[in-house]
């Protein structure tokens, strides 16, 4: 079956650095698109970013262009974030999920950054 | 990127029928057909429910059912559980090759 494995997400101090990763594995990662989306304590989903099945397309929110790097290694069949420059507004649980039809069907469990001093 | 606008919440007693609207722009929900929607429990990852705005993923229960208007996409849940309270969210693709999300919204079932 499909499963997503979050991890990297902590504590971090505002303008550091962290690297999240998402361990895919019961399907074919190299033939999917993946996503990032985060979701700050006690609100709402926000789109982060999408990176193509070979890495060749990437894209992002405005709220993090500029800052965040999507990244993948097929064949560690594994997903990356780098986040970089880090505000207190970045605090939340990041999810990863496979593309399904431009859009996300399985998602993982969530792993949680928080910015803070 | 302007998030898609859902009602903050919506209400119903079991088994009646609620709908949840997602309105966006003629860049994001009415320029294409890939909305989709998703239901979050508290704690959880969210889980996807229908998708390409009216089709239903094996699993997930005929009681759920999507359309789309204009700029208006619709979620509608017939013959209400328990176990539908839950967020639930819209999605789209944009015109920019990004996604969106609506801002949720809190089903209670009374």
């Known amino acids: 079956q499909v499963q997503l494995v979050e991890s990297g997400g902590g504590v971090v101090q505002p303008g550091r650095s962290l690297r999240l990763s998402c361990a895919a594995s019961g399907f074919t990662f190299s033939s999917y698109a993946m996503h990032w989306v985060r979701q700050a304590p006690g609100k709402g989903l926000e789109w982060v970013a999408v990176m193509s099945n070979d890495g060749s397309e990437k894209y992002y929110a405005d709220s993090v262009k500029g800052r965040f790097t999507i990244s993948r290694d097929n064949s560690k069949n594994t997903l990356y974030l780098q986040m970089n420059s880090l505000r207190a507004e970045d605090t939340a649980v990041y999810y990863c999920?496979?593309?399904?039809?431009?859009?996300?069907?399985?998602w993982g469990q969530g792993t949680l950054v928080t910015v803070s001093s | 990127q302007s998030a898609l606008t859902q009602p903050a919440s919506v209400s119903g007693s079991p088994g009646q029928s609620i709908t949840i609207s997602c309105i966006g722009t003629?860049?994001?929900?009415?320029?294409?057909?890939?909305v989709s929607w998703y239901q979050q429990h508290p704690g959880k990852a969210p889980k996807l429910m229908i998708y390409e705005v009216s089709n239903r993923p094996s699993g997930v229960s005929n009681r759920f059912s999507g359309s789309k208007s204009g700029n208006t996409a619709s979620l509608t849940i017939s013959g209400l559980q328990a176990e539908d309270e839950a967020d639930y969210y819209c999605s789209s693709y944009t015109s920019g090759s990004t996604r969106v999300f609506g801002g949720g919204t809190k089903l209670t079932v009374l």
């Open positions: 999920g496979r593309d399904f039809r431009t859009l996300l069907d399985y």
């Open positions: 003629s860049s994001d929900v009415g320029g294409y057909n890939y």
